[in-house]
T-cell receptor
Framework: RKEVEQDPGPFNVPEGATVAFNCTYSNSASQSFFWYRQDCRKEPKLLMSVYSSGNEDGRFTAQLNRASQYISLLIRDSKLSDSATYLCVVNAKQFYMRFGAGTRLTVKP | SQTIHQWPATLVQPVGSPLSLECTVEGTSNPNLYWYRQAAGRGLQLLFYSVGIGQISSEVPQNLSASRPQDRQFILSSKKLLLSDSGFYLC??????????FGSGTRLTVV
């Protein structure tokens, strides 16, 4: 089993749609969780951290379920500019993190 | 503010040639530094990480090596490149808090 697994996608949605991405992790001792965004042929950039109580940043909502070792990202009112690959990231050990393979999102007009 | 520089942006190298990729961080001290590789259509694979000068931990044994000669400098090297070394190489730094910041990456093609 991979340490971090994500929906393979791709997700193709119309503008204005709500889309949710899921991620599971295998290391129950993990303490830090993030969602990154990666545009085509670019470096990943931090989208948001994921906190135990859940957190929201504008149209983006992240949830963590430690019991199920599950993380989610919800994007409301999708924009064309949201098209990218979304990476789930979990700390593996004290000093480094594991990345999921990513879920590609395409938002169409 | 902290910035991370990585170069070159693209590189085409023949099989068997050496490699040296450099990464430097500005605006912080004693960062944790990382080298990741992303093969085409794949996820990020951790290659090396360093928590201090001269301290290198290898995640995946292969024909690559890393060095940290200065606090804010991280170098990825190979003596002889293989075709399978092609990929997108990303340097990142962390202050131990929220996530990583990545450099802009080097796209390496081994021919």
């Amino acid at each position: 089993r991979k340490e971090v697994e994500q929906d393979p996608g791709p997700f193709n949605v119309p503008e204005g749609a709500t889309v949710a991405f899921n991620c599971t992790y295998s290391n129950s001792a993990s303490q830090s969780f993030f969602w990154y965004r990666q545009d085509c042929r670019k470096e990943p950039k931090l989208l948001m951290s994921v906190y135990s109580s859940g957190n929201e940043d504008g149209r983006f909502t992240a949830q963590l379920n430690r019991a199920s070792q599950y993380i989610s990202l919800l994007i409301r009112d999708s924009k064309l500019s949201d098209s990218a690959t979304y990476l789930c990231v979990v700390n593996a050990k004290q000093f480094y993190m594991r990345f999921g393979a990513g879920t590609r999102l395409t938002v169409k007009p | 503010s902290q910035t991370i520089h990585q170069w070159p942006a693209t590189l085409v190298q023949p099989v068997g040639s050496p490699l040296s990729l450099e990464c430097t961080v500005e605006g912080t001290s004693n960062p944790n530094l990382y080298w990741y590789r992303q093969a085409a259509g794949r996820g990020l694979q951790l290659l090396f990480y360093s928590v201090g000068i001269g301290q290198i931990s290898s995640e995946v044994p292969q024909n690559l090596s890393a060095s940290r000669p200065q606090d804010r400098q991280f170098i990825l090297s190979s003596k002889k490149l293989l075709l399978s070394d092609s990929g997108f190489y990303l340097c990142a730094w962390s202050g131990g808090g929220d996530g990583y910041t990545f450099g802009s990456g080097t796209r390496l093609t081994v021919v």
